[in-house]
C-alpha cells in the first residue's frame, strides 16, 4: 500500500497488492476506476440533480456546483472519517455525487473527473500523519483542474470548467506547511471542531468575491474590469508576466516574518501559527482577543509588515505604489489585502485564458 501511495508522485497506478475499490457493493480494481469514475461524470454532469425531498427550491449555490462529482479525501483517524461521512451525507441531501477515499489511496484516482476536492485533515489527538501526501494530492488536482472558485464566482468559467479545493482543519488556521506547499492551489480552508459541523457548500452560496460590491446587474465582465482597474492603480502592468511576478514577490515576503528576531510579527497570536503579513494577506478581518494581543499592537503590526513589504516592491518595481488618491489615508492594509487578492485572481484568469 505504501508503495501504491508513494507512486502517487509519478502518478503511476500500481495494481499488485492494491486492495479493490468497493461502489455500492460491487468490487472495481484499479484498471476500473477510471471509466466508473468517467459513468458518473456523464451521467451526473448533464443538467441539475433534482432537489432533496422537501426542498421547495435549490439553493442559491446550486447553479455552481450542480449534481458534482466531489471527490472526498481523509486522513487515517476515526475523527477525520467521520467527518468526510457527514460531508458525503450532505452531497447526497443535495443531489451532488462524491467519493469518499483515503489519502494513501488517491493513487488510482482519475483527478480531473471531479469539480470538487474536499480535503479532511486528521486531527492532532489521531495518528501522526505526515502533511506531505496531502499536499501531494491538491497540488496534482490543481495542475489538472487549474481554474478555481474565484473565476467561478467571477463568471469567467462555467461549473463544469473549474476544480474547488477545500481543506478542512482544526484550530483557527490550518497547518502553515500545507499552506506554503500549495500557495494558490486551496480555493477555501474551512475550521471545524467537535462541535461544528462541516460547511463546503456555504462557498458556492456567496454571490460574488469577497471584497466584491454585489449587484443584480453586475456582470462577469464588470467585474474583470473591476479587478483589471484595482491591478493597474497601483502601476502594474495589465498582463499575466508582472502579475504573476508582483505576486510570487509579496508571497516571498512573508518568510522574512518567519525569521525568530522578530519576536512581535513572528507569532503574533501565542499558539497560532502565522506571521503578521500571513493575517494582512490572508485574513484581513481577523480581530484578536485582547488577552492575546493588544488591539492598538496588532494594528501597528500589520501597519508595519504593508509598509514595509511597499517598500520592497517599489525597489523591485518603481511605478508600483498606492493609488495617488489614497496617499496619506487610512486602511492602507485593507486595500493592500484587496490588491494582493486581485493579483491572485488576476493570475488565474490569465492562466485560463492562455
Not at 447553479?63 to 457527514?86: C, D, I, M, N, Q
Not at 506531505?132 to 468559467?157: C, P
Not at 474590469?225 to 502592468?237: C, E, H, K, L
Request: glycine fraction near 8%; proline fraction near 7%.
Amino acid at each position: 500500500m505504501r508503495e501504491c501511495a508513494t507512486g502517487f508522485r509519478n502518478m503511476i497506478m500500481n495494481e499488485g497488492g492494491c486492495r479493490p475499490l468497493f461502489v455500492n457493493g460491487k468490487e472495481f480494481l484499479a484498471r476500473d476506476v477510471r471509466p466508473f469514475a468517467l459513468a458518473v461524470t456523464l451521467v451526473r454532469m448533464s443538467d441539475p440533480a433534482a432537489p432533496p425531498v422537501g426542498a421547495d427550491e435549490e439553493s442559491s449555490g446550486k447553479s455552481r456546483y450542480k449534481s458534482g462529482p466531489w471527490l472526498l479525501v481523509f486522513g487515517h483517524g476515526l475523527t477525520s472519517e467521520s467527518r468526510a461521512s457527514a460531508i458525503a451525507l450532505q452531497c447526497d441531501e443535495r443531489g451532488v455525487s462524491c467519493e469518499s477515499v483515503a489519502v494513501d489511496e488517491v493513487y488510482s484516482i482519475d483527478l480531473k473527473l471531479y469539480l470538487c476536492l474536499v480535503v479532511v485533515l486528521p486531527t492532532a489527538g489521531e495518528s501522526a500523519q505526515s502533511l506531505e501526501l496531502f499536499v501531494e494530492v491538491i497540488n496534482a488536482y490543481r495542475s489538472r483542474r487549474r481554474a478555481g472558485l474565484d473565476l467561478l464566482l467571477l463568471g469567467r468559467q462555467k461549473w463544469w470548467q473549474v476544480g474547488v479545493v477545500q481543506v478542512l482543519h482544526e484550530g483557527a488556521d490550518p497547518p502553515q506547511t500545507l499552506v506554503r506547499s500549495t500557495r494558490g492551489a486551496v480555493c477555501r480552508y474551512l475550521p471545524v471542531n467537535s462541535a461544528s459541523c462541516p460547511a463546503p457548500f456555504a462557498a458556492y452560496e456567496t454571490a460574488s468575491l469577497p471584497g466584491t460590491p454585489e449587484s443584480p446587474a453586475s456582470s462577469a465582465q464588470s467585474t474583470t474590469d473591476a479587478m483589471r482597474n484595482t491591478v493597474t492603480s497601483w502601476g502594474v502592468a495589465w498582463n499575466h508576466a508582472q502579475i504573476a511576478e508582483v505576486r510570487q514577490f509579496i508571497d516571498g515576503q512573508r518568510d522574512i516574518y518567519e525569521n525568530p528576531r522578530y519576536i512581535d510579527l513572528r507569532r503574533p497570536i501565542p499558539g497560532n501559527p502565522g506571521n503578521r503579513l500571513d493575517y494582512v494577506l490572508d485574513k484581513p478581518t481577523y480581530k484578536p482577543d485582547p488577552a492575546l494581543c493588544d488591539g492598538t499592537k496588532w494594528t501597528e503590526g500589520g501597519k508595519r509588515v504593508v509598509n514595509r513589504t511597499l517598500g520592497e516592491l517599489q525597489v523591485m518595481f518603481p511605478l508600483l505604489r498606492r493609488p495617488p488618491a489614497r496617499e496619506g489615508r487610512k486602511n492602507l492594509q485593507r486595500e493592500f489585502h484587496e490588491f494582493y487578492r486581485a493579483l491572485s485572481v488576476a493570475e488565474q484568469f490569465f492562466k485560463i485564458e492562455s
